[in-house]
């Protein structure tokens, strides 16, 4: 018999009902020299074409940033996996968003790169026919043409297939003749493409259209004065009797939401990546600030209360690291496996991040908010200066806030979690009553002993006893509440947070066991530091998490039960915490950036 290990499939969702092992994940220790060339790209063109001109890009200047993003298209950085045939590197998905989060750390470059390459060109990319292929996507690869996305209206922003935007065919059949107004448009001022979504007639769904600039009737609004992202052109569009030929309808009449709601998929874990790119940009600044500025005789990085900082902003950056790659090594096995059904490319790249959207939308939660403290504990080391405009970490705090509203509120991605993974259920594509009935079940028994054999056996016992915790509080949820759940959003968001930090908590053990098998314990010294510290603040999390969502719906001896089995479940050896935030401060500190 064969020793080899085989990686077993993993679907959507299923990480709640089934343990994963190291072997089975892709981890950032993996990454090849190819890979770490296009990485090394994407900041080395960061460093040279938009640090020293900041303040120029972010004034607004004429020209700056389509020249900027034409400068990235001739170094193949906005046609990473666009197929070879139209000009692009045909690079796989994991490449897309390596080079997603070697960009995250440019500021407002770093959104209208985003706003190119996904939401877009990716419409056209997967929707489009032959014949729309071949006008748009070698000039969107090389950066000669600019894309933007034409979606949210005044009246419907969350609720995008609540759109007024019409289109109606014209008397001799050749145009489609749209009216409408479209808001917050990134790139919008320079774009030579509009994707925009209109409903045709009294359709119930949208549909989606490819308008190019100049065409008569489209009308920008000055460029809007926003808090952050300064750089970013971000306007309104009217569409006054705009004709559109017929032949730039994208796909079919009325495929518009689902190409909306799939592109955003994309766009969600690409964020998820950016951000991450943005972590550790502003984490390098808060450190080498903190090793500089001296008070009462040495540095304050030797301050615990900094240490306390610099390490808490390492942990939240390796654990959305580790979930991040390992979701993008999911996606790209399942692309890999539908392709050798038959599936083609296409499909099978759409089908397959389709099925991680509740991933997906979980890590674009998990990172917005993890940038959000990052960038705002940057701000309280540098203290004062921290507040001036001359700081990067300024700019880096003003910048961040977007991303919690950007590609679909967090509360809303909370929710959507939730419902889709309720949804996968009902279908019978996952097994999640099952399970959770099995949890009720174990409530009521003597708890059994568990193996703390192995040197992270207590670990995986508690990231196992995470998910009963979700399985158990959702199970007893979606039984008593039953059709009036979806109108319990509290509930709904106690639900996602638990299975977000299960998720994130689950990946960064993975990739800790898996650095440790293959270079030893003592190599991974701060990985285990930062996932044990990690685990040990996750357990109260879900605890509180937990202890709200079933005091908002159970009650009596029913209520007793559940809490004191999330109290088992969510019980976890005490540990030195202040210890191990030291270890991996230190290491920061010495290297002056976030090096793992």
Known sequence: MSDVKTKKAIRGGEFLIRDTEPFEIFIPEEWSEEHKMIAQTCIDFLEAEIMPNLDRMDSLEAGFME?????????????????????????DFKSSMLAAEALGGGHAFSVAYGAHTGIGTLPILYYGNDAQKQKYIPKLATGEWK????????????????????????????????????MWITNSGFADVFIVFAKVDDDKNLSAFIVEKGTPGIQLNAEEKKMGIKGSSTRQVFFNDCAVPVENLLNERGMGFKIALNI????????????????????????????????????????????????EMGIRAYVLESACYRIAQNIQDAI????????????????????????????????????????????????GMGYSAETRVERAYRDARINRIFEGTNEINRM?????????????????????????????????????????????????????TVL????????????TLSKEQEILMNIADMAIWTYASESALLRTMKIAELHGEAAAKDQIAMTKTWLYDTADRINKAGKDAINSFVEGDEKRMMLMGLKRFTKYDDINVKVQRQQVAQTMIEEGKYPY
Not at 272 to 290: E, P, Q, T
């Open 264 to 311: 955003l998929n994309i766009g969600r874990i690409k964020l998820a990546a950016g951000v991450l790119g943005g972590m550790k940009d502003c984490l390098g600044h808060a450190i080498r600030y903190a090793n500089e500025r001296q008070q009462f005789g040495r540095p304050i990085s030797k301050y615990g209360a900094i240490r306390f900082k610099i390490a």
């Open 67 to 91: 020249n900027a993003l034409h400068k990235a298209g001739e170094l193949g950085m906005l046609g990473v996996t666009i197929p070879d045939e139209f000009g692009g590197l045909g690079l």
């Open 472 to 483: 158990m509080v959702a199970g007893s949820a979606a039984q008593k509440l039953m059709q």
């Open 336 to 383: 890999m496996s539908l392709e050798g059904e038959g599936l083609d490319k296409t499909e099978a790249y759409l089908k397959g991040i389709e099925e991680y959207a509740a991933e997906c939308a979980m890590m674009k939660v998990f990172g917005s908010e993890g940038l959000d403290y990052v960038v705002d504990e940057s701000v309280q080391i540098y203290g």
């Open 147 to 182: 894309a933007c996305y034409c979606l949210t209206e005044p009246g419907s922003g969350s609720d995008a297939n609540s759109g007024k935007s019409k289109a109606t065919l014209s008397a001799d059949g050749k145009n489609y003749i749209i009216n409408g107004q479209k």
């Open 416 to 468: 959507l979690t939730v419902d889709m993974l309720l949804k996968k259920a009902m279908k019978g594509e996952l097994d999640l009553m099952g399970p959770a009935m099995k949890v009720a079940g174990e409530l009521m028994s003597i708890p059994e002993s568990v193996d703390d054999n192995g040197p992270f056996a207590a670990e995986q016992n508690l990231v196992r006893n995470f998910k009963k």
